[in-house]
């Protein structure tokens, strides 16, 4: 793979900042849903600091109902860590994706900016690689404001979680997909990118529907991770 470009590996505050205010808009949706969270971990029977300990250093929505789902039945601790790994499995791609301008920052800066790595602020990184911009302060002054919103709105469901009980009756369980759908629809087009894309849909929708729970999200981001590896573009091999 060819070296990026130096100036695409830039990573200051200035970056951060901006990044921090472009996801600012995405992150007020989070707020609902980390309220859903924070009401259903509460009636789960969390106490209040272990539900904020939670979303704090998991900040893995997904994974987090999962756990709550197994919380206080007779499941092994081995068995909820397995479903948490499988359900984020899909960021070891994404740090795979990031490497060529991660490896140039420091071991603990590049540990800091994937701790808050998520689908939005990746996508949003990667948009940014394609069109030849800096996207580090992107990913993690996006994922800031993410995580930001995230710990507020679980915090809120603590203690005013009635208000929204079901996130999906109101829809807003559809914006993070339609988000994405969009960074997708704007990002590099070519045959390509279509073909992993269509592979790693298939394959999820294959899992989902005739493979244990969950294992869509690995399967898809697999077969499009393996596929987009060995199909490269003309210039991007060693």
Not at 5 to 33: M, N, T, Y
Not at 162 to 181: E, N, T
Request: aromatic share 12%; net charge neutral.
């Amino acid at each position: 793979m060819a070296s990026p470009r130096p100036e695409l590996h830039q990573f200051d505050r200035q970056l951060v900042w901006d990044g921090f205010k472009q996801l600012v808009p995405i992150s007020l949706f989070v707020v609902a849903f980390g309220i859903a969270f924070g009401l259903a971990a509460t009636q789960t029977g969390l106490s209040e600091p272990l539900t904020v300990a939670m979303s704090t250093l998991v900040f893995a929505g997904a994974s987090q109902f999962a756990a709550l789902e197994l919380w206080g039945a007779q499941v092994p601790l081995l068995t909820v860590l397995l479903t948490v790994f499988a359900i984020n499995a899909r960021h070891l791609l994404m740090g795979a994706t990031l490497y060529p301008w991660l490896q140039h920052l420091s071991t603990g800066k590049r540990y800091a900016v994937m701790m808050v790595a998520s689908d939005a602020n990746w996508a949003m990184s990667m948009q940014a690689f394609s069109r030849g911009k800096p996207g580090l302060g992107l990913l993690f002054g996006g994922g800031l404001a993410l995580w930001s919103f995230w710990i507020l709105g679980t915090w809120l469901g603590i203690y005013f979680g009635s208000a929204i009980q079901d996130p999906k009756s109101l829809g807003l369980d559809m914006v993070m997909g339609c988000f994405l759908l969009a960074m997708v629809v704007g990002g590099e087009k070519n045959l390509r990118m279509l073909v992993i894309w269509v592979v790693a849909a298939g394959s999820s929708l294959f899992a989902y529907w005739y493979l244990p729970e969950n294992s869509h999200v690995i399967v898809g981001a697999l077969a499009g991770g393996i596929l987009g590896a060995f199909w490269m573009e003309p210039g991007d091999e060693h």
